[in-house]
């Protein structure tokens, strides 16, 4: 299995930056690719980002060239930088691994852009 913390949600004015983090444990090792989802209320969730263990990136188009998905694999972590941020990027984030032996989600981390 493999477990997974988000953490780096808060409140931000728009235009403002927030970093969100994917801190994974457990049989990392069967992990092939990492996604970040985002669900507003009332809303389904949508993927945002994915980055692959060959460090493909790819970026929903409602996000390309304002969000950048990156890794950091001495820390086992996969990090969400996203910029010019606007009050429909409010939302619940969640963190979403592709493994050898499933699929599976993190908690998520609330992120609201609000003046």
């Known amino acids: 299995q493999v477990q997974l913390v988000e953490s780096g949600g808060g409140l931000v004015q728009p235009g403002g930056s927030l970093r969100l983090s994917c801190a994974a444990s457990g049989s990392i090792d069967s992990i092939y690719a990492t996604n970040w989802y985002r669900q507003a209320p009332g809303k389904q969730r949508d993927w945002v980002a994915t980055?692959?263990?060959?460090?493909?990136?790819n970026y929903a188009d409602s996000v390309k060239g304002r969000f950048t998905i990156s890794r950091d694999n001495a820390k086992n972590t996969v990090y969400l930088q996203m910029h010019s941020l606007k009050p429909e990027d409010t939302a619940v984030y969640y963190c979403?691994?592709?493994?050898?032996?499933?699929?599976?989600w993190g908690q998520g981390t609330q992120v609201t852009v609000s003046s």
């Open positions: 980055i692959s263990n060959g460090d493909t990136t």
């Open positions: 979403q691994v592709i493994t050898t032996r499933g699929v599976y």
